[in-house]
């Protein structure tokens, strides 16, 4: 474990192991950088804007796209659409480029409701889409003389206004985009239409808009309409994969095979890299819209490659046992649960395919099933050897593993993580009792287990999996360990000590877990108290988090480094995010004991930034929110970022409505 010195004044310098390092926490009350990072208030002409907690925010380069919400913009509202209420949430475009701030509008001159987001294409090029509910917005979209449907409507600067596009199928996604990042007029938003008369085979109603045709409906077609069906609904997309799930009760067909037509999520996927791709059928029933997956591309080639991952319910799938041991080999069970075996048929699965040898032919190549029970979160992992290795692993809990205690502790309850190699077609899970750690489900996303760089990661309660992992005496920490796949001796092992020159275990411990889709660095909420030392410099305690932008280190690829700036975060809800080589996170003043935005004592959360490769650069920016789950700042791109404020803490009327009691959303530019 390092932390990267910084010329900084104000840093302060500790010991740490051998070393020592400094951590910055460089302060300024404008945020430096020319006119980045200097915030601007959402406000468009007159019109005060508020926003709620849960608003939807989407960026793609410079094109910001928001909800504003009704009630709280002025008092006693304001009905920007004019159906005559104020309950919506109204569509709020920004370029932040040239700082022009535009409520979209229809024909009519109001504004427009809606309830979900999408962006593609980029400088003159961005084309906004909104999908938006007649009965809530009072208008008449798609002409038909009622306002019953939920429809898909277009914006871009060169046109002004508001147009349709749709009507929609209804599912909980009804967009998605993919975007292409070295041609943005590539980039395609995907949805399902509703049509007036089912489509011909083997066109499906899912449609696709490209950002060089923005009002161009293209559709998608299926490989094979008898096992794909007609109306194929969004669920997820990942690594230009889309993940979608076919409705057998809508479509009076059996697409999983199991004899009934009462499963209304069976997944299928599609290439989004690929303009025309068909439908497949992956013809395996899901739980619902919250069932995690996974796709990991294998590389750039064309046509695009994937390690698939998803869970596979049992009850859906003809109510089998797909976690019976039986099914596999002898050494497929931990050595500990032979004889323990899950006799239920009421678990998801973790099954996997590779996309292009199943896509071919998938008879002879079919989704593998690990065996291993899943819940919340499932994950694919390359190990950077030659030639590349490919594992996929879920979260399981003992309690759906049969009577195995799976960690060796003697009880049932804690949550383990699971893996496997993708060889198939051999299933051997890892398996050993010291593998099998019980997780801390720790807030950020993660749930408790990630990757980086190759390399599966955890958050261990040591409570949990009863086991002193730092040899400190006690079992009470939530220590942040990696899988050596190949250590210089002995077997593949978790690693806990992250400074291994030191002559003891120095441990980190985590209290918040996010990931990026790049793997290139995890978001570590750094916790003093395993450190055994105060960190941040406004204190003398041992009680905060600080920002960590953890990544293996390019000299020791054995040396896991959790790089970051002395200053305390909100721990459970640190919110800490990258973009543009920036990293940004949520910063407890209470916990700091310091009045960083000047308005209310130490009671506020405030947003900070670093920059990341150097920990230099650490400014505060603004009064920022608490909302939990909410990054610090939301971004797509090196153009720049958004966030909200909670003009209670800032002690100030951001949106010239009269009061201090809004949410406001604020952005500003983080790079060119």
Request: aromatic share 6%; hydrophobic share 40%.
């Amino acid at each position: 474990m390092s932390m990267k010195p910084s010329p900084c004044t104000a840093a302060t310098t500790i010991a740490v192991l051998s070393l020592l390092a400094m951590l910055a926490a460089c302060t300024g009350n404008g945020g430096g950088g020319g006119v980045n990072f200097q915030p601007v208030t959402a406000k468009v002409g007159t019109k005060k804007v508020a926003v709620a907690f849960n608003t939807r925010v989407v960026i793609r380069e410079r094109w910001l796209a928001f909800l504003a919400d009704e009630a709280s913009s002025g008092a006693p509202g304001n009905d920007f659409n004019m159906d005559g209420d104020v309950i919506d949430s109204i569509a709020v475009v920004v370029n932040m480029a040239s700082q022009k701030q535009t409520m979209l509008e229809a024909a009519d001159g109001n504004g427009v409701q809606a309830q979900e987001l999408g962006i593609i294409g980029s400088g003159s090029g961005g084309q906004v889409y909104l999908v938006t509910d007649e009965s809530k917005d009072g208008r008449d979209w798609d002409a038909d003389g009622m306002q019953d449907a939920l429809v898909l409507l277009h914006w871009s600067e060169s046109a002004g206004v508001v147009t349709f596009i749709a009507r929609l199928e209804s599912s909980i996604v009804h967009v998605l985009a993919v975007l292409n990042p070295q041609d943005p007029k590539e980039d395609r938003l995907y949805f399902s239409e509703e049509l007036t008369l089912p489509p011909v085979p083997p066109e499906t109603s899912l449609r696709y808009v490209q950002a060089a045709q923005p009002t161009v409906k293209i559709a998608v077609n299926a490989a094979s309409p008898a096992t794909t069906g007609q109306v194929p609904h969004l669920l997820a997309a990942d690594s230009g994969l889309l993940f979608l799930y076919q409705d057998e009760v809508a479509e009076a067909r059996d697409f999983n095979g199991d004899g009934d037509q009462l499963d209304d999520h069976v997944l299928a996927v599609l290439d989004g890299t690929d303009p025309s791709a068909m439908v497949l059928s992956v013809g395996l029933a899901v739980r619902g819209d919250s069932s995690p997956v996974r796709a990991l591309r294998k590389g750039t080639t064309t046509p695009a490659d994937w390690v698939v991952a998803f869970l596979v319910n049992e009850a859906a799938q003809a109510n089998t046992n797909l976690n019976d041991p039986a099914l596999f080999g002898g050494s497929w069970q931990p050595l500990q649960c032979a004889g323990q075996g899950d006799i239920d048929t009421d678990d998801d699965v973790l099954h996997y395919l590779e996309y292009i040898p199943w896509s071919t032919s998938p008879a002879s190549d079919p989704p593998v099933n690990t065996g291993l029970v899943g819940t919340d979160r499932v994950l694919a992992v390359k190990r950077n050897v030659t030639p590349a290795q490919y594992f996929v692993g879920t979260i399981s809990l003992e309690l759906d593993e049969g009577t195995c205690s799976l960690n060796g502790d003697g009880d049932q309850d804690d949550r383990i993580l699971r893996w496997v190699k993708v060889e198939p077609p051999a299933v051997v899970p890892f398996g050993k009792m010291e593998d099998l750690l019980a997780l801390r489900d720790v807030p950020g996303g993660t749930r408790g287990a990630s990757d980086l760089d190759g390399r599966l990661m955890v958050v261990v309660d040591e409570a949990a999996d009863d086991r002193d992992h730092d040899n400190d005496g006690q079992k009470t920490h939530h220590l942040a360990a990696w899988f050596d796949w190949a250590p210089n001796q002995g077997p593949p092992a978790w690693i806990f000590d992250h400074n291994p020159s030191s002559m003891g275990i120095q441990a980190v411990g985590a209290s918040w877990m996010a990931e990026r889709e790049q793997r290139d660095r995890l978001l570590v909420a750094f916790q003093e108290s395993v450190f055994g030392a105060p960190i941040n410099t406004g204190d003398g305690d041992m009680l905060d988090s600080v920002p960590t932008f953890a990544r293996f280190d390019p000299s020791n690829a054995k040396d896991l480094d959790f790089p970051g700036p002395a200053v305390a975060i909100a721990g459970a809800n640190a919110g800490i995010a990258i973009a543009n080589g920036v990293g940004f996170y949520r910063v407890d003043e209470a916990a700091d004991n310091r009045d960083w935005n000047g308005a209310n004592g130490k009671s506020d959360f405030v947003l900070f930034r670093t920059t990341v490769a150097t920990i230099q650069n650490s400014n505060f920016i603004s009064t920022l929110s608490n909302i939990p789950d909410r990054p610090a700042v939301e971004t797509g791109g090196n153009v720049g970022a958004a966030f909200i404020t909670d003009e209670a803490m800032a002690n100030t009327d951001l949106n010239g409505d009269l009061d201090k009691t809004d949410l406001v959303l604020r952005w500003m530019r983080i790079g060119p």
